[in-house]
C-alpha cells in the first residue's frame, strides 16, 4: 500500500483514501526508506519496518497487528499500545512478552490472562495485580506461585489495604481537548506549570479533581493518568505519549476526542 508525508496527524486522519499509510515530516526525513518499510501495511501512521499490519501508529519491526501504537517486534496484536515482544495479545499497554493476553497494562511474560496489571509469568489469570508466577487465579494482588485462588492476598499481609479507586471523566477525551485548546493551555515538557497550564497528563490530574490529586500523590502523575484514562474510556492512551511534542500529542487528543464522538454517534 502506498505511504504518503501529512503535515500533521490531522490531516492524515482525514485523507479520503483510508488504506494510504501516512506519516510525519519529521518521521520522514529520520526514516528516508519510509515507503519500502511500510508496503505491506494499512493505514498505519509512523510506522517503521512493519508487515501485514493495519491502522497502527509509531510502531516498529511487528507483523500482523492491527490499531496498535508504540508497539515493537509484537505479531498479531490489536488494540494494544506501547508493548514489545508480545504475540496475539488485545487491548493491552506497556507489557512485554506476554502472549494471547487480554486489557493488562504493564505486566511481561505472562500468557492467557485479562484485566491484569503489573503481573509477571502468570498464565490464565483475571483481574489480578503485582503478581508473579501464578495460574489462573482472579482478583488477587501481590502473590506468588498460586494457582486456582480467588480474591486472595499474601498470608503474610497482616495489614488490610483499600482497593485503589480510579475516578471517572466522562467524555474525558472531548474534555480533554477542550482543556488544552485555550491559549497556553499545553506545555508538555513539565507534568503542571500553573493552575491553567500543563500537559496532557497533568489535564487529566487536574479534571478528575480531588480524587485526581489524591491518586497522583499516592502514585505518579503519569500513572494517575494512566489509570484514569482506562477507567474513563475503551480508547486507550499509552503512557509513552505523555513524552510528545506539543504538536504531537495535540493530533494524538484530537484523533481520541474524534474517535469517542464516532462512537457516541454509533450508539445512539
Not at 91 to 98: A, K, T, W
Not at 129 to 145: E, L, N, W
Amino acid at each position: 500500500m502506498s505511504t504518503q508525508i501529512f503535515k500533521s496527524y490531522f490531516d492524515f486522519y482525514q485523507r479520503e483514501d483510508k488504506t494510504v499509510n501516512g506519516v510525519s515530516t519529521e518521521f520522514a526525513a529520520e526514516n528516508p526508506e519510509f515507503e519500502k518499510q511500510n508496503e505491506t501495511n494499512k493505514g498505519c501512521w509512523s510506522c517503521s519496518d512493519c508487515s501485514g499490519c493495519s491502522r497502527c501508529s509509531y510502531c516498529s519491526d511487528c507483523s500482523g497487528c492491527s490499531r496498535c501504537s508504540d508497539c515493537s517486534d509484537c505479531s498479531g496484536c490489536s488494540d494494544c499500545s506501547g508493548c514489545s515482544r508480545c504475540s496475539y495479545c488485545s487491548g493491552c499497554s506497556d507489557c512485554s512478552g506476554c502472549s494471547r493476553c487480554s486489557d493488562c497494562s504493564d505486566c511481561s511474560g505472562c500468557s492467557d490472562c485479562s484485566g491484569c496489571s503489573r503481573c509477571s509469568y502468570c498464565s490464565g489469570c483475571s483481574d489480578c495485580s503485582g503478581c508473579s508466577r501464578c495460574s489462573y487465579c482472579s482478583d488477587c494482588s501481590g502473590c506468588s506461585g498460586c494457582s486456582d485462588l480467588e480474591n486472595a492476598k499474601p498470608v503474610a499481609s497482616a495489614e488490610k489495604s483499600e482497593a485503589p479507586y480510579y475516578p471517572v471523566i466522562e467524555n474525558i477525551h472531548q474534555k480533554v481537548l477542550d482543556a488544552v485548546s485555550a491559549p497556553d493551555a499545553l506545555d508538555m515538557a513539565t507534568w503542571h506549570t500553573c493552575d491553567t497550564t500543563h500537559c496532557r497528563a497533568g489535564w487529566v490530574v487536574t479534571l478528575a479533581g480531588e480524587e485526581g490529586r489524591k491518586l497522583e500523590r499516592r502514585t505518579t502523575t503519569g500513572f494517575a493518568a494512566m489509570m484514569i484514562y482506562k477507567a474513563s474510556s475503551e480508547i486507550r492512551v499509552s503512557p509513552t505519549r505523555f513524552y510528545e511534542t506539543n504538536e504531537v500529542a495535540m493530533a494524538d487528543m484530537k484523533r481520541c476526542a474524534e474517535e469517542e464522538i464516532k462512537s457516541q454517534t454509533q450508539n445512539k
